[in-house]
């Protein structure tokens, strides 16, 4: 069926390096969302994009979206303890009638001193 | 309210007694979305209700899952005859005010612990 898929499921750096997520779909999308889930919390949005090669920058943060529309990913420059989380994107998929909005299997970034 | 709301926030229940969980979603939302998540696990789809067609169904692991949702407002999860491996979070999110931004927003999460 029709999937999103991220790599690596987990990574563990010093702060101070550089991370990054990717997320792979088996159907073009729409659009590519990103989700941050702090430990305990709940996901809360971080971006959408929308246009094909697309990127945009929060910060420390780099998003982008690939050519074909079925991939994206998503880099941290120069992490601090205050990225730590599990990191989804998530993109809608066709079921039927309606298009709903899958999420990736996501990325647990763990950062330490 | 502001923001999407659950209840109750922790439910602790014996195995094979049904639990009723709840969600209010941001006014307006025509989406709502069902999830459950494991202790360190992602987040794993449950059902999806959009407007008024027919629920998005093909996440509910067993027939002891069901959901409700009045209109665009309030849903309810219920679970019977709960089971130890249905011990976990469970999320709901809204989205979808038209016009409005198209991210999904999450409650709080109901921790559920079957014992």
């Known amino acids: 069926g029709q999937q999103v898929m991220q790599i690596p499921q987990y990574q563990h750096v010093q702060e101070g390096e550089d991370f990054t997520t990717y997320c792979n779909s088996s159907?073009?999308?729409?659009?590519i969302q990103w989700y941050k889930q702090r430990p305990g919390g709940h996901p809360v949005f971080l971006i959408q994009?929308?246009?094909?090669?697309e990127v945009k920058k929060q910060k420390r943060l780099t998003f982008q979206f690939g050519e074909a529309k079925k991939n994206s990913s998503l880099h941290i420059t120069a992490t601090q303890t205050t990225d730590v989380g599990t990191y989804f994107c998530?993109?809608?998929?066709?079921?039927?009638?309606?298009?709903?909005?899958?999420f990736g299997t996501g990325t647990r970034l763990q950062v330490t001193l | 309210g502001a923001g999407v709301s659950q209840s109750p926030s922790n439910k602790v229940t014996e195995k094979g007694k049904d639990v009723e969980l709840r969600c209010d979603p941001i006014?307006?939302?025509?989406?709502l979305y069902w999830y459950r998540q494991r202790l360190g696990q992602g987040l794993e789809f449950l059902i999806y209700?959009?407007?008024?067609?027919?629920?998005?169904k093909s996440g509910l692991p067993s027939d002891r899952f069901s959901a409700e949702r009045t209109g665009e407002s309030v849903s309810t999860l219920t679970i019977q005859r709960t089971q130890q491996e249905d011990s976990a979070v469970y999320l709901c999110?809204?989205?979808?005010?038209?016009?409005?931004?198209?991210?999904?927003?999450f409650g709080p999460g109901t921790r559920l612990t079957v014992l």
């Open positions: 998530a993109g809608p998929l066709n079921t039927g009638t309606a298009s709903k909005l899958t």
């Open positions: 209700f959009q407007g008024n067609s027919a629920p998005d």
């Open positions: 999110a809204s989205s979808g005010l038209p016009g409005g931004p198209v991210e999904q927003f």
């Open positions: 006014s307006g939302h025509t989406a």
């Open positions: 159907t073009t999308l729409s659009n």
């Open positions: 994009l929308v246009k094909s090669g």
